[in-house]
Nanobody, 125 residues
Framework: VQLVESGGGSVQAGGSLRLSCVAS????????MGWFRQVPGKEREGVAT???????TITNSVKGRFTISRDSPKNLMYLQMNNLKPEDTAMYYC????????????????????WGQGTQVTVST
């Protein structure tokens, strides 16, 4: 399974970015896909997840600013990030798992076997 992220970049506070993740190399449906982020010296943090019936889980720090969506037939997932803040600066990773997963644990990185290489998001003041 290959996951490739794109769409990262540098933006001023208050700006927007849209991240994309394309998945390939598998036949099973990826039940749960998500976005995680990591800054140097800290653990990877779950940002948002979406399962294949469209149910989403969003971490509190980005609620109302970030929206996750998915185009399953095209194996695509998106993260629309609005009103970005300097504290959103991180490497953002796409992750996926084929087995079912429910509730807040969808935001825990340990449950995802497939990962992309990451795309950097930098938000300046």
């Amino acid at each position: 399974v290959q996951l490739v992220e794109s769409g990262g970049g540098s933006v001023q506070a208050g700006g927007s970015l849209r991240l994309s993740c394309v998945a390939s190399g598998y036949t099973d449906t990826m039940y749960c896909m998500g976005w995680f982020r990591q800054v140097p010296g800290k653990e990877r943090e779950g940002v948002a997840t979406i399962n294949n019936n469209g149910r989403t889980t969003i971490t509190n720090s980005v609620k109302g600013r970030f929206t996750i969506s998915r185009d399953s037939p095209k194996n695509l997932m998106y993260l629309q990030m609005n009103n970005l803040k300097p504290e959103d600066t991180a490497m953002y990773y796409c992750a996926a798992r084929s087995a079912r997963l429910y509730g807040a644990i969808q935001l825990f990185e340990m449950f995802y076997p497939y990962w992309g290489q990451g795309t950097q998001v930098t938000v300046s003041t």
